[in-house]
């Protein structure tokens, strides 16, 4: 039987993974730059911890999770996404006491799961990258988690970004304005698609978000959210308007923007990328807002909370349409040429000694001539060769070659041992 790996999912194999590295530690060095520390939670939770946090009618809940019964008859599910995960560990550690500072910055990065259409830069295992700051209700760390967005995208090499936001406001102006909405779309209920009007009535938000064409022409022409703001939420739109604005970060309001799922309020944005490269126009890669409620939704205090969710794949998709050009490091530093069986044991000890040293070496595990352990230091571009057969190990020496040079000579042994970084540096 030949074995293939399961669809919807990914091998990432050498030559590809350094790019994921390369991505992983950007997100990490731009992270710790504004105090956000990792947090790493289960790949599997609870399934009311998903279903409470996404919300019962949101197409993550009723279409897309990978859920079952373990043996226990526990009702868990693999993590769709990653923000309701690290609001249960945050309520479950209590880490909203007193004696926590505020605000509580986690980033984390790891695989999700969503049962979907496979398709390019969208996997049904894939990958995020997301960040959470809790404990504050101003529109500064709004802002700031956004600014700490686009700066890291743009330390990815995209460029041309397009940054969209829109408020959901408080929750009076939700009550306000689902009532809005249903008593708009109601007269058109028999025109809905099937899931709208599944949701019109739990959830009309959900019906701005369709895609279905019977739908939009309704979106379209629905209230604006904007025009049922209390003064409070219109207060905190204005004041994360006029904090992007001092940062220069150009933005556009889109009323119609609600976000996939339900735990969000107040502010929510997505940044866009223009990728000419995939002729898609403006797309999605980063988005995220504000979600006041939902700690408090599973079991915590009122606490606030604010981040955003970024998806690996697509961003890997769209540096590389953008021909990005990932920093490389695959030097070898020494690779260790063995002449003879004698010699086995002593370039098993020379390898270890260059790697204990902190730099990178190989030899031969195929008991090759030396002309074809040349030509494999050639191919993994070492820095220099040590070569040792019979003679070398008699007068405890190692004829050293700089490969760039050609430049030889021969090394005691046991500098090499004590001290090989200054033996290749020394002329």
């Known amino acids: 039987m030949r074995y293939q790996r399961p669809k919807g999912t990914a091998d990432i194999l050498p030559g590809d993974s350094e790019k994921w590295q390369y991505v992983e530690q950007t997100a990490r060095d731009l992270f710790k730059t504004y105090q956000f520390k990792e947090i790493r939670t289960p790949m599997f939770e609870n399934f009311e911890v998903f279903s409470r946090s996404a919300g019962d009618t949101s197409d993550i809940v009723t279409k897309e999770m990978y859920d079952f019964h373990d043996k226990g008859d526990r009702h868990v599910t693999l993590r769709p996404e990653g923000t309701a995960g690290v609001v249960r560990a945050f309520v479950e550690n209590k880490l909203y006491g007193p004696q926590v500072l505020k605000p509580y910055k986690v980033y984390y990065m790891g695989p999700m799961f969503r049962y979907e259409r496979p398709q390019s830069g969208r996997l049904r295992e894939f990958h995020q990258l997301g960040v959470e700051a809790f404990g504050s209700e101003s529109a500064a760390l709004d802002v700031e ?145 504000r979600y006041n409620g939902l700690v408090k939704e599973l079991g915590g205090p009122e606490v606030s909370g604010v981040g955003f969710g970024l998806g690996v794949e697509r961003l890997l998709v769209l540096m590389d349409a953008e021909k990005v050009a990932v920093p490389t490091d695959d030097h070898l530093d020494v690779y260790v040429v063995g002449i003879g069986d004698a010699a086995s044991a ?62 030889e000579r021969k090394v005691a042994m046991a500098d090499i041992f004590n001290d090989v970084k200054q033996v290749l540096t020394a002329k």
């Open 145 to 289: 988690v956004i600014a700490m967005g686009f700066n890291l995208l743009k330390k990815f090499g995209l460029n041309d970004l397009k940054l969209v936001i829109n408020t959901l406001g408080d929750q009076q102006t939700r009550d306000d304005y689902r009532q809005a909405l249903i008593d708009y779309l109601e007269p058109h209920f028999d025109e809905l698609s099937d899931d709208s009007k599944e949701r019109l009535h739990k959830n009309p938000l959900r019906v701005l978000d369709s895609k279905a064409p019977e739908d939009q022409k309704f979106v379209a022409d629905a209230p604006s959210i904007l025009d049922y703001l209390t003064p409070a939420a219109q207060q905190h739109f204005d004041q994360a308007k006029a904090y992007l604005e001092a940062l220069e970060i150009p933005y556009e309001v889109d009323a119609t923007m609600v976000r996939g799922l339900d735990y969000y309020n107040h502010t929510i944005f997505e940044i866009m990328t223009n990728s000419k490269s995939l002729g898609q126009g403006y797309t999605t890669i980063c988005a995220g807002g």
């Open 346 to 407: 002593t370039t098993l000890k020379l390898v270890q000694a260059v790697r204990g040293a902190g730099l990178t070496a190989e030899r031969d595990y195929l008991d090759r001539k030396p002309k074809a352990q040349f030509k494999s230091a050639d191919r993994l571009n070492a820095r220099y060769t040590m070569t040792v057969g019979d003679s070398e190990i008699e007068a405890q020496v190692v004829n050293l070659k700089e490969m760039a040079t050609g430049e």
